[in-house]
Nanobody, 124 residues
Framework: QVQLVESGGGLVQAGGSLRLSCAAS????????MGWFRQAPGKEREFVGY????????YYADAVKGRFASSRDNAKNTVYLQMNSLQPEDTAVYYC?????????????????WGQGTQVTVSS
């Protein structure tokens, strides 16, 4: 069992940056691939990116590639999402999620544990 708590969301102007954190409690954090998803009002939950168990590999959706970067500190049981060059279309609730599945984990149903989400709002 893993409990996830996101933080770091807020209001930022277009072109700005935010860093989200996701703190995990429970056992064996380093055994989980950690993913990021977002959901805008009236839209389905959308894959943003994931980071491998060791942190050596990442994968991102085309919409954020080159602007967003995930990292993790397994000693602190925390994963991060650095978001740069934010645009109004990035406005959403952002979720972190954990899975023990390895490989291409880009759908929400592949993840077993979810945080409560943190709101990111980008003004134009």
């Amino acid at each position: 069992q893993v409990q996830l708590v996101e933080s770091g969301g807020g209001l930022v102007q277009a072109g700005g940056s935010l860093r989200l954190s996701c703190a995990a409690s429970g056992r064996a954090f380093s055994s989980y691939v950690m993913g990021w998803f977002r959901q805008a009002p009236g839209k389905e939950r959308e894959f943003v990116g994931y980071i491998s168990r060791s942190g050596s590999a990442t994968y991102y959706a085309d919409a954020v590639k080159g602007r967003f970067a995930s990292s993790r500190d397994n000693a602190k049981n925390t994963v991060y999402l650095q978001m740069n060059s934010l645009q109004p279309e990035d406005t959403a609730v952002y979720y972190c999620a954990a899975t023990r599945t390895i490989g291409l984990v880009i759908t929400a149903r592949q993840y077993d544990y979810w945080g409560q989400g943190t709101q990111v709002t980008v003004s134009s």
